[in-house]
């Protein structure tokens, strides 16, 4: 299975690899404001615009794996809470009288 994963990211990465390098023409880029850079390369603006894509996208996870992470660790006390409670206790602290007490003689 991990070989097919690999297979598979490797060909898109070839797909993705060859569409940039045909499209290396020159664009115009228009920002707000009238503010135009002429000729940049398309394969600039695309990398560009895929970079940013990616950071919005991973910035949109980090609240809720933030919250997952939380949520494990209250969940591992509570685990470990109860865990405490339950646990019979242990026969090195208990004194021998506790368990059989001492006959009188």
């Given at each position: 299975?991990?070989?097919?994963?690999w297979a598979l990211?490797?060909?898109?990465?070839?797909?993705?690899l060859?569409?940039?390098?045909?499209?290396?023409?020159?664009v115009?880029?228009?920002?707000?404001?009238?503010?135009?850079?002429?000729d940049?390369p398309?394969?600039?603006?695309?990398?560009?615009?895929?970079?940013?894509?990616?950071l919005?996208?991973l910035?949109l996870?980090?609240?809720?794996?933030?919250?997952?992470?939380?949520e494990?660790?209250?969940?591992?006390?509570?685990?470990?809470r109860?865990q405490?409670a339950v646990?019979?206790p242990?026969?090195?602290?208990?004194?021998?009288?506790?368990?059989a007490?001492?006959?009188?003689?």
């Amino acid at each position: 299975m991990r070989y097919l994963v690999w297979a598979l990211r490797l060909l898109v990465f070839i797909v993705v690899l060859l569409f940039a390098l045909k499209n290396t023409g020159p664009v115009a880029v228009n920002f707000y404001g009238d503010h135009v850079v002429h000729d940049v390369p398309l394969i600039v603006v695309m990398l560009t615009v895929f970079v940013v894509g990616t950071l919005f996208g991973l910035l949109l996870t980090v609240p809720g794996a933030l919250r997952r992470r939380r949520e494990a660790a209250r969940l591992r006390r509570e685990i470990e809470r109860l865990q405490a409670a339950v646990a019979p206790p242990n026969p090195a602290t208990v004194a021998p009288e506790t368990i059989a007490p001492l006959s009188p003689l």
